[in-house]
């Protein structure tokens, strides 16, 4: 499964959100779409997933403009997960993950066994079969997201894009959204892009990051080799330290901001503004 | 997934998950609708016990029983529940677009629609003196269904750029608060009795009700309700709002604009033969939910028996409760559900 985005342009007039963009998401990889807030990572994912169409250039999915394909078929393929989406009141999270499978189905056919062994597997990897009854706006945030998680799998689509899969859910939660996320790209080969503010976080499950910034693709690649204190500088406008992370080695950003200096900073403006003062 | 809670049905390449709790509540309300019809088939002026009811149903009872079953009560209780299934099943599916839970087929203006059309009806047809009225009197529903579908559509293709369903309701809005406001203007202006025929249409009446409007909204709901069926699966992916909707592969517009004309032509039909019988549309599928969760496929057949349940209910309330008064059912469907309403928000906390 290819896809890819060929010059798009998104937006209208003289500010585009993203212009004459080019990007190739990596077969089989994890991709991470990192960017300061409201650069166009979300939209880039958004066009990506035909939630939002380019206003110039397309999005090619196996040779195939994703823009002239039926949707039922591109759902096959492909899988998204918005951000923070919301379930309707009381709905289990077996009729959640029911959905899932809405590409494959039609009124006269809406409970195969193959529907039925694909969700017994989602339900399975996302560790949540004795949940399947359970309302999903009964659940914790971090059960919850792997509810919906279940649902993009059992559309059983070689990509998956997940938008911010991790806001909300505390750190604990974080990993283990994301391990899981790995876990599927490893053992199951499934090709996942996803938006992620949390750099750290970025470098360690990803095998390819895009950093977005004023409309383009300021850099792209392994973490390794692409997260510096230049691109802190030059994507987030930020100091940071780039250090070795001790667990995986991978890159590891320590912002500078000011923090605990603030003390130490207005004594020094104190020192500076009463030197005048005792002189006289 | 074979449970206690599901059941699956599969023959060939059809194949069906069944609810279980979903098929005992229609069961039992089903049963409960057959039990009101007959229940409502003896009582009145003239009380018929159930067996007698059975009888004359098939023409056995005695030739007074038979007519008044037949030519009296039938075609009026049925009527109110084929108006109410319409309503409950209308409002079901806008609740489901619109993704919220206080919607209703008020708000796609198809009742004002219908009331405007109707009252203008009412007018025309009283001024050419009195002889006209009784030829025209049975054309009513025609005039408004019309304004009720009219009123659907103007709704919806103002709202189509850049269709979402906030627009939808606004525009609803905004167009019922217009067209109520002529229905107003042209009940100050007319003359009085109009006033009062009208209101009791707008209220919402299924006095007068003929086997031939039984039979033609018979035949629209069994489309219509049978159509909404066919498409809950679409409703579902609609009610987890445009993203997800897209993600899973919904045609989202086509969709959405086939669900809309569903839901305006159940409620139009409906309207025009019951009037505007309000709280249906918006408590039925909140009960349904209740009893059932809220998966189309469940709850679209289970609103359509409340909401049937609902009017049949209230009508026989209205023609046996206040004799020789006679109440419109619509009066008692928002006596007794506004209050039902509030207590289910309040009871379910939703009002934080």
Known sequence: MDLEAQSITVGYGDDPILEALNLQIPKGKVTVFIGKNGCGKSTLLSTFARLIKPSLGSIVLNGRDIAKTATKKVARDLALLPQGPVAPEGLTILQLVRQGRYPYQNWLNQWSVEDENIIRHALKVTNLEDLSDRPVDSLSGGQRQRAWIAMVLAQNTDILLLDEPTTYLDLAHQMDILDLLFALNRTEKRTIAMVLHDINLACRYADHIVAVGDKKIYAQGAPEDIVTAQLMKDVFQMNAEIIVDPIFGTPMCIPHGRGRNLLKQRQQENTQTERPQSVQ | ?352
């Open chain 2, 1 to 352: 997934m074979e449970n206690r809670k599901y059941h699956a049905l599969r023959w060939n390449k059809a194949s069906f998950l069944v609810d279980r709790k979903a098929l005992l509540a229609g069961i039992i309300l089903a049963i409960l609708f057959i039990i009101v019809i007959i229940l409502s088939l003896g009582l009145g002026d003239v009380f018929i016990s159930p067996v007698e009811v059975v009888k004359a149903i098939f023409k056995q009872s005695t030739s007074l029983n038979n007519l008044v079953v037949h030519s009296f009560r039938f075609p009026r209780i049925l009527l109110s529940a084929l108006a109410g299934m319409g309503l409950a099943v209308a409002g079901a599916i806008l609740q489901g677009l619109v993704r919220n839970p206080l919607a209703s087929p008020d708000i796609i203006g198809v009742t004002s629609g219908a009331s405007l059309t109707t009252v203008m009806f009412l007018t025309f047809s009283s001024s050419h003196e009195a002889s006209s009225m009784n030829v025209s009197i049975q054309w009513l529903p025609v005039a408004s269904f019309i304004g009720a579908l009219f009123m659907g559509g103007l709704v919806f293709l103002l709202s189509r750029h850049g269709f979402s369903a906030i627009k939808l309701v606004l525009m609803g809005i905004g167009l019922s608060a217009g067209a109520k406001a002529l229905t107003d203007l042209m009940l100050i202006i007319g003359p009085i009795y109009l006033a009062s025929q009208s209101s009791i249409w707008i209220t919402g009446s299924v006095n007068g009700a003929s086997w031939s409007s039984v039979v033609f909204l018979f035949i629209w709901s069994v489309v219509f309700i049978g159509l909404a069926q066919i498409l809950t699966r679409r409703l579902n992916a609609q009610a987890f709002g445009e993203k997800v909707a897209v993600g899973i592969g919904n045609n989202l517009k086509r969709d959405r604009i086939l669900l809309i004309i569903l839901s305006t032509a159940l409620a139009g039909g409906a309207v025009a033969y019951a009037g505007a019988i309000g709280f249906v549309g918006l408590m039925a599928p909140h009960m349904a939910r209740r009893l059932v969760g809220s998966s189309f496929g469940s709850v679209i057949p289970v609103s359509a028996l409340i909401g049937g349940l609902i009017v049949m209910i209230s009508d026989l309330i209205g023609r046996t409760v206040f004799t020789p008064l006679e109440i419109p059912a619509g009066v008692f469907t928002a006596a007794i559900g506004a209050p039902y309403f509030i207590y289910l928000l309040y009871k379910t906390g939703k009002w934080r």
